[in-house]
Every structure is written in C-alpha cells, then in structure tokens.
C-alpha cells in the first residue's frame, strides 16, 4: 500500500527537525567560536590620513615593526603598499596576545598568515587591527591576499613567531628580526 | 507481457504500489547520507583547521 498522505506528513516533519537540528548544531558551534573562545571577524574602524601616513603618527618608518608597549602589550605595525610590507620581516611571540596594525598609503590590499586565523582587508584610509595569539613558533608567511596590481604577486612578508624567552626587547621595547 | 494494454496498466499500477512504498525510506536515507556527509565535513574543517589555528579578532 502506497505511503498515506498522512505517512508522508508526517516524515517531512521528522526531517525538517533532522534538518533544524543539524542547523542548529552548526549554529552553537559558531556561537561557542565566537563567544567563548573570541574567534571573531576583525571589525575595528578607526580612520587615518592616507596622504600623511608615513610623515606623522603611529606609521611613520621609525615607530614600524614590532613593540612592547608600556602597559606590556605586543603590538606589530606594518604599512601595506605596492608592492611591499614595511617591514619586511616582523618578529612576535609565541603564546602572547599580539595586535596586528595595519593601514595603506595606495590602494586596497589584504593580509593573512598562514597556519593562522588571521585575515583582514587593509584599506587605505583605515586602521586595519587583528589581536590574535601565536601558538607555534617558526616562519609563517604573510602574503597579500588582494590584488593590488603588476607587482601583487611580488608582495609578501614574514611573521617570525620566537618563543617566549627568545622574545628580547630593545630599551625602546623594539624587536626586529636580525638582518641577513 | 499479454499484448493487452489494459492488463499491462493494471499491472504497471501493481509494481508501481509496491515501489512508492519503499519510496520514502530510500529518499530518507540518501538525505540522511547527504546531511551526515557534510555535518561530517564541516565539524572536520571546524575542529581540525579553525580551532587549532586559534583566536582572532
């Protein structure tokens, strides 16, 4: 006998809670991401001036790089620009908050670090800002992930996650990787 | 196959019965399939790659 009306009623209901279920399983293993463990989209908006970027301010050459901050917090500021990162080369530590700086004087690039979660768009006219923690340490590779002309290919950085007691600051609380 | 058009409907009718009643246990079981597959994927991407890749924000 063919299913009854009623039979098939009743299977769709079952496996539109099947379906719900499933969707909502994958929804509190967001929501967990996000809550508990701070694993969220970088969604910092803080402006700056394009045309002055490397003449004052936070992004001038001299204060790039990575430094321990007064209140001892890791920070790394980097300038995206075609077709490179100032600097080239960054070092951080392992198992330590660090906060990633990031603004362009040209035009749109993007960011991400391999093996990590890290991943933002750098605009120019914006601060782009990524806090994240280092688990491993080693060369992790930081390319720009947009298409930002002839020489896109060409751009890319290094991460140099150092452990901890690797970690030496300079009197200023700067640490650069060494030169080759 | 008796040649008779009648016959054969009312024979086509018979086995189409007996298939429409394994119907939904064969539908319920390819999508029960389909969801575990990608339940299955996407924990492995969730826990195996994001997790261990640790916080952002």
């Known amino acids: 006998m063919p299913a009854s009306e009623r039979d098939i009623l009743a299977t769709e209901l079952r496996w539109s809670a099947v379906v719900a279920g499933a969707v909502g399983i994958i929804f509190g293993a967001i929501l967990y991401a996000a809550v508990a463990l701070h694993a969220n989209p970088p969604s910092n908006i803080e402006t700056i001036d394009p045309k002055t970027l490397h003449l004052s301010g936070e992004f001038t050459e001299s204060n790039l790089g990575t430094r321990v901050e007064a209140d001892g917090q890791v920070t790394t500021r980097i300038v995206a620009t075609q077709f490179t990162f100032v600097p080239q080369c960054v070092v951080v530590p392992a198992n330590r908050p660090v906060t990633l700086r990031l603004s362009s004087p040209d035009v749109i690039h993007g960011i991400l670090v391999t093996g990590t979660n890290v991943n933002t768009m750098v605009v120019p006219g914006y601060v782009a800002q990524v806090h994240t923690e280092f688990t491993a340490s080693g060369d992790l590779l930081m390319p720009c992930h947009e298409f930002c002309g002839l020489g896109h290919s060409q751009m890319w950085a290094t991460v140099r996650v150092v452990p901890p007691e690797s970690f030496r600051p300079d009197q200023d609380g700067r640490v650069a990787c060494e030169k080759p | ?57």
């Open chain 2, 1 to 57: 196959m008796t040649g008779d058009p009648e016959i054969e409907d009312a024979a086509d009718d018979e086995r189409l019965a007996r298939v429409l009643e394994d119907v939904p246990k064969g539908a319920l079981a390819v999508s029960l399939a389909a969801v575990a597959l990608l339940l299955v994927g996407w924990f492995f991407v969730y826990l195996a790659i994001f997790i261990p890749r640790g916080t952002v924000g």
